[in-house]
Structures are given as structure tokens and as C-alpha cells.
T-cell receptor
Framework: EPEVTQTPSHQVTQMGQEVILRCVPISNHLYFYWYRQILGQKVEFLVS????????KSEIFDDQFSVERPDGSNFTLKIRSTKLEDSAMYFC????????????FGSGTRLTVV | GQSLEQPSEVTAVEGAIVQINCTYQ??????LSWYQQHDGGAPTFLSY????GLEETGRFSSFLSRSDSYGYLLLQELQMKDSASYFCAVRDQGGSYIPTFGRGTSLIVHP
């Protein structure tokens, strides 16, 4: 079964450093998302991406964050100058044109900012 | 804005039936989804209801009442592997297809 792949599975970084989280969505999917989940809390929407541009973003997704689809397969989330409160699990998700009712999530990257 | 309420934890025994409720408040409404998450892993899509009534998928069923702003996920013939967190998510009719997730219900299945 096709899956969304995320790397790394765990990233530890020092406060103030930049991190790039990587995702490979399912190949024929068109819509891409980043979500985060702080430990024990709900899954929160960050940003959606379609047709090579951001289609929607939440209040969490401020100037510290950026997304990119540098080639035909990767979808990245960059966090500049990380803060302690950025520590969370970051999930990438995708769906195709007809899958708007169900997202396929990756296994996540656990980001720990120290 | 949107808000969703679901119980924080539900416990049940193997073989039993359990219902996880979700009530929501939205400025509009487009649909209610359910996702399962094991141990902080990838959320997995379970079901979607846009219209009132019951949707059945194997041992899992999902119900929606739009007039009551209420839905539930019904799990039958519980198995130990069903122990997980279950999230309801609402899509607002305000133009966005992006679902807003509830805080999740931790289901603990005992032998």
C-alpha cells in the first residue's frame, strides 16, 4: 500500500538552529499538508500546499516556517531559529484529487529542541 | 471558529462494543471524519460522514446528526489492537477543506 515517508524520524536541535523536515508524499497525490502534535495534545494544522504554492496556513505558521517542493517528489518544512515550544511531532499528509475526505499521514518526525 | 468535544478516555473489555462521542460547534459544517492513532504514530483515516445517518465499515461505524451537531464512532467486537487514540475532525463550510481535529479520546481495551 502506498505510504507517505518522512525523514528523519527523530531530530534533536539546539534552540535557535534551523531544521528541515522532509516528506515524500504518495506519488499521484496533489495536495500536501504539514500538521504538528505537541505531546499528548491534538493534531494541529500548519499549512496546505497545492499546485506549487501555499493554499492555506494557520496562525501557527508564521514567518519562522516555510515549505517547499524542491523537486517532483519531496515536500519540506523548514523551521528557522527553532524555539523550545517547537518541540512536537510533525506529520506530513497528502491526498489525491478524489481523496478530500481522507488524508494519508506519514509516521512523523519527532522534533526536540533543547 | 470551531470547537470539538470528545471524552479524554474510554475503557472497555475485549469483545465489547464502545461508542466515542464527538460534539462540535462550527460556523458552517461540511463533514465529520474519524482518525485512529496508535502510540503517537501516523493518524489513520477511518471514516467520513457528510450526511445524517450511520456509515458502516467492518467493525467500525460512524454516525452523524447535523441537527444535534453530534457524531459518534462505534467500535464492535473490540480487540486489544483497538487500544489507540481516536480523533474526530470537522470540515468547516467556510471555504476550507482543512479538517480541525478534536483533542482525541484514548481507548483502552482490557482483556
Amino acid at each position: 500500500e502506498p505510504e507517505v515517508t518522512q525523514t528523519p524520524s527523530h531530530q534533536v536541535t539546539q534552540m535557535g538552529q534551523e531544521v528541515i523536515l522532509r516528506c515524500v508524499p504518495i506519488s499521484n497525490h496533489l495536495y500536501f499538508y504539514w500538521y504538528r502534535q505537541i505531546l499528548g495534545q491534538k493534531v494541529e494544522f500548519l499549512v496546505s500546499f497545492y499546485n506549487n504554492e501555499i493554499s492555506e496556513k494557520s496562525e501557527i505558521f508564521d514567518d519562522q516556517f516555510s515549505v517547499e517542493r524542491p523537486d517532483g517528489s519531496n515536500f519540506t518544512l523548514k523551521i528557522r531559529s527553532t524555539k523550545l515550544e517547537d518541540s512536537a511531532m510533525y506529520f506530513c499528509a497528502s491526498h489525491g484529487q478524489s481523496d478530500i475526505y481522507g488524508y494519508t499521514f506519514g509516521s512523523g518526525t519527532r522534533l526536540t529542541v533543547v | 471558529g470551531q470547537s470539538l468535544e470528545q471524552p479524554s478516555e474510554v475503557t472497555a473489555v475485549e469483545g465489547a462494543i464502545v461508542q466515542i462521542n464527538c460534539t462540535y460547534q462550527t460556523s458552517g459544517f461540511y463533514g465529520l471524519s474519524w482518525y485512529q492513532q496508535h502510540d503517537g504514530g501516523a493518524p489513520t483515516f477511518l471514516s467520513y460522514n457528510a450526511l445524517d445517518g450511520l456509515e458502516e465499515t467492518g467493525r467500525f461505524s460512524s454516525f452523524l446528526s447535523r441537527s444535534d451537531s453530534y457524531g459518534y464512532l462505534l467500535l464492535q467486537e473490540l480487540q486489544m489492537k483497538d487500544s489507540a487514540s481516536y480523533f474526530c475532525a470537522v470540515r468547516d463550510q467556510g471555504g476550507s477543506y482543512i479538517p480541525t481535529f478534536g483533542r482525541g479520546t484514548s481507548l483502552i481495551v482490557h482483556p
